[in-house]
């Protein structure tokens, strides 16, 4: 194969139905943008809409925009429309809280469906925060409770019948690998055990068919690939069948049956509200409704081939220019077994990083030594790929990354 | 004593050292806004700070800003300002998730330091949400765990030797009354339970002191008297010497003693840093800095003083001009037992409230016949009572509250 140009990925550019999207975000100049996977960046419509949030919602409206802004349903709103993205029907989602606490409600949820069983399965290497929650909440219901971890080739021996519930990530967060949602649902069902899928790293960049896997719980965030700003609400999905059926312990009075009725003993929605809590931070919430129009308004079909291209194209640049300096790639190099990003380990992983943000290439790192670098169709160019590999060679040839200031930790990285 | 004048009011508005910091708040034309106690108008200084975080850290700070923005810091940041005006040190407080959640935590800390005690001590008439929280987190820990309810005076003769935890709001909800802080949790240790305050009707209108009081745990919001916008996050605060002793169960990794090492296994912050789950809506955040800071400046006791002062009168023009309609006074007539809005129950209080709203005066109603009013000191004015009793004596008079329009219910009131 002949090597690439960057006429190439001009034509490719010229030729993406997708390109337009980018002119609907805010993007400084003169940055590549590689971390739309761990913050998307700013809808110039979600500027507007927080601000008519703040000016004529809370300070004109004051405490009836409850009512007449809508606040009060934006839950439910947002999470019918979410519904469609992630293949859920209305009323099976609701946007709420984090990640996290959702996915303590839907592990919760699950459990008090097997009442029987006392073993969830889960990656251990994924991102902890789902594997810290359900530690957390078994604590709660006692020692008979056990995490069963296993890795991604392991799941399906670690899935036998004394299983309750089968939590995973279906992308992992290190290695952007997709975890097969149908078949492990459909092998948790054989053995009558529950699965709670978290679409933290799927909702948005790869198409999710909820019910078409048959599943039966999900929750995700909206900050990453749906652009929904910085600590934006997360969701959760909770398959019809089980509504009414199953109990969640975080019992906030918007969860209540009839919040306002204000009875001293709570009883639960019968539907989706009963994943709500209490009073949601209604400002995040505008902010987040700007980005899920534009996911909506995307064909995913194109989103998914777009990003899919990408990330191949960054693997075989990365190949041709940088093959000398010592990567290892950690995410899966055929493309249809990998979701939105490509991760890359090196040594000074984390030098090279920093420089690379100093030039205006934004991707990030997760210790010790992995590179993230996030492909975004909706604000990216094909162009980008090329340029940020560009410059990545260039500070790989250059060893300018080996810099006192680069070598500094933040805080957070 | 000789009936009130509207000049004895401006008089008092005159006089008043906090009279200026109405000019910090955007609060529309021909309104006078009784429900600060529900949602505290906008201070511009927010507007400001949100577009802020919108615009230079989200849109051109992108992810970079969770360090160079404080994203990151602001719970603990937050927490430590807001510390000062509840009578916490510093590292005793973070600001995070919503008071129902932190009440969830707390009461679950505090049942942690007493696992061999079962009972719980509730105001069952109080704002239902905690005791929803403490039915779900009790439905995890079992059937020995109950829920013990006490209405005020009842509560001395239910702290009992069997006791954990007494959880209790400080201020009614409804009625505004105020219990005794230092007293029950005096109380409560000296038969060896924990106290949880919830100061959602105290912080930023009543003095607290809550290691003055020795108090254990406390949760609040931000949105009413400390106006921090619609759905802004609450706090809670764990004394010192309980911390690194207690554990809470919504384990998510922002609680991890070490955030950005992923490990596998949740080991919780050996301080206030336990108390935190997980991402945080960070533009709900910068609504609220402007509100503290307003309250922050403030001089406490000045605030009660106008707030009781303001409550008073109201009672008294509600005597004079409007005593033969058929009110019943629901709040302590005595100030010192009285926080800062006054509850009245009228049998037409729905559609008397909405008539009021729609001559501009803003307060209030809670199911089946209460309708509150909160003097919020400073926005409020003194003449500002005068004409919102002004109002009602006319509705009253002119029985203009018996229009079919303002006997339609709303979803949210």
């Known amino acids: 194969m002949a090597s690439l140009t960057r006429s190439a990925f001009e034509a490719l550019d010229l030729d ?56 009060f349903q934006a839950p439910r709103r947002l999470g019918d429309q979410l519904a469609q993205l992630i293949g859920a029907d209305p ?23 097997r009442p029987d069983r006392k073993v969830i399965v ?4 994924n991102f902890p925060t789902d594997v810290y929650m359900v530690q957390g909440l078994l604590h709660l219901l006692g020692p008979d409770y056990q995490i069963r971890f296993a890795e991604k080739d392991e799941l399906s021996a670690a899935i036998t019948a004394d299983v309750a519930v089968v939590c995973l990530t279906q992308v992992h967060y290190k290695t952007a690998h997709i975890l097969d949602m149908v078949g492990l649902t459909q092998q948790a069902h054989a053995i009558g055990a529950l699965v709670v899928w978290d679409l933290c790293h799927s909702a ?16 995700g965030c909206t900050y990453k690939y749906l652009n929904g700003g910085p600590g934006s609400p997360g969701f959760i999905m909770v398959a019809r069948r089980h509504q009414g059926q199953c109990t969640q312990p975080l019992t906030g009075w918007w969860g209540h049956a009839a919040p306002f009725v204000f009875d001293r003993d709570y009883q639960g929605d ?61 995410s899966p190099r055929n493309g249809h077994e990998r979701a939105g990003h490509v991760a890359v380990d090196h040594a000074d992983g984390y030098p090279i990083m920093k ?59």
């Open 204 to 219: 948005g960049i790869i198409p999710v068919d909820l019910n078409g896997a048959n599943a039966d719980f999900a929750v």
């Open 122 to 125: 889960m990656e251990g290497s």
């Open 270 to 330: 019968p539907g989706i509200g009963q994943m709500l809590t209490g009073t949601q931070p209604i400002l995040s919430f505008a902010g987040m409704e700007a980005g899920l129009d534009l996911a909506l308004a995307a064909d995913m079909t194109a989103v998914r081939n777009k990003s899919q291209t990408m990330g191949d194209l960054f693997i075989r640049l990365l190949d041709e220019r940088c093959g000398q300096y010592g990567f290892t790639l950690v």
């Open 91 to 113: 009323g099976e989602v609701v946007v709420t809280d984090q990640t996290g606490l959702n996915v303590f409600k839907a592990v919760a949820a699950a459990v008090s469906l």
């Open 16 to 71: 993406d139905s997708l390109a337009s999207f980018r002119d609907a975000f805010q993007l400084p100049d003169g940055i590549i943008y590689l971390n739309g996977n761990s913050l998307g960046p700013l809808p110039t419509a979600a500027s507007q809409r927080v601000t008519a949030a703040v000016e004529q919602e809370w300070g004109g409206g004051l405490v009836k925009s409850w009512n007449t802004a809508g606040w």
């Open 355 to 413: 420089a690379l943000i100093a030039a205006g290439v934004i991707g990030d790192f997760r210790a010790p030594a992995t590179m993230r670098f996030g492909f975004s169709p909706l604000f990216l160019r094909y162009t980008d790929v090329w340029d940020a590999v560009d410059c990545l060679a260039h500070i790989l040839e250059t060893r300018s990354w080996d810099d006192a200031r680069f070598h500094e930790r933040a805080a957070v990285t």
